[in-house]
């Protein structure tokens, strides 16, 4: 996949460039690779009766194949009606329109090398959501060490779902 990108030089003139970004084949590929990642989503539905006391979650399961101890993560999730269309991704007690794409942290999840966490828990979304497919992906970390990771693959990735019908 091609994309024309437009750079203006300091100078005023504008310089055309080619730039190719990575297919979902290859992108998914990619953060399977990678040594944190989300292994497993699930929607659960908590209870069918009293949504706004129980809201659905939306769950991202994380695996730490690094070294290191994960103090902190912050998830991205997109999502997508019956249709494979787009939807903003709310809280349940968010006040805004919601996001196509929505950025969750994950606080003091303590997460040690060779463990995965989030099977306990989710993010809460409205009850009146229309969500039938979502995806995940881990945008960052911090350690306890204090090293902080930024995924190299999120703006491709954000690219390629924020606001796109499902293929």
């Known amino acids: 996949m ?3 990108a437009i750079f203006e030089s300091k100078e005023g003139s504008k310089n055309k460039s080619v730039v190719e970004s990575i297919s979902e084949s290859e992108l998914l590929s990619q953060l399977d690779a990678q040594e944190l990642g989300i292994i497993e989503t699930k929607y659960v539905v908590q209870d069918t009766e009293y949504k706004s006391l129980y809201p659905d979650l939306l769950q991202a399961i994380i695996r730490n194949d690094t070294k290191v101890d994960i103090k902190n993560a912050v998830v991205a999730f997109v999502a ?13 007690f968010d006040f805004s329109d919601g996001s196509y794409v929505q950025l969750v942290n994950y606080n003091d999840i303590n997460l040690i090398p060779g463990a995965s966490y989030g099977n306990d828990s ?24 204090g090293t902080n990771w930024e995924n190299p693959l999120f ?7 924020e606001g796109k019908k499902l293929n």
Do not use: C
Request: charge should be negative; avoid cysteine; hydrophobic fraction near 35%.
């Open 122 to 145: 989710g993010f809460e979304i409205d009850e009146t959501n229309r969500i039938q497919h979502f995806k995940a992906i881990i945008v960052s970390y911090e350690s306890f060490e």
């Open 2 to 4: 091609l994309k024309e």
């Open 80 to 92: 997508w009606d019956e249709n494979k269309l787009p939807v903003k991704v709310k809280g349940s």
């Open 155 to 161: 703006m491709e990735w954000k690219e390629l779902y």
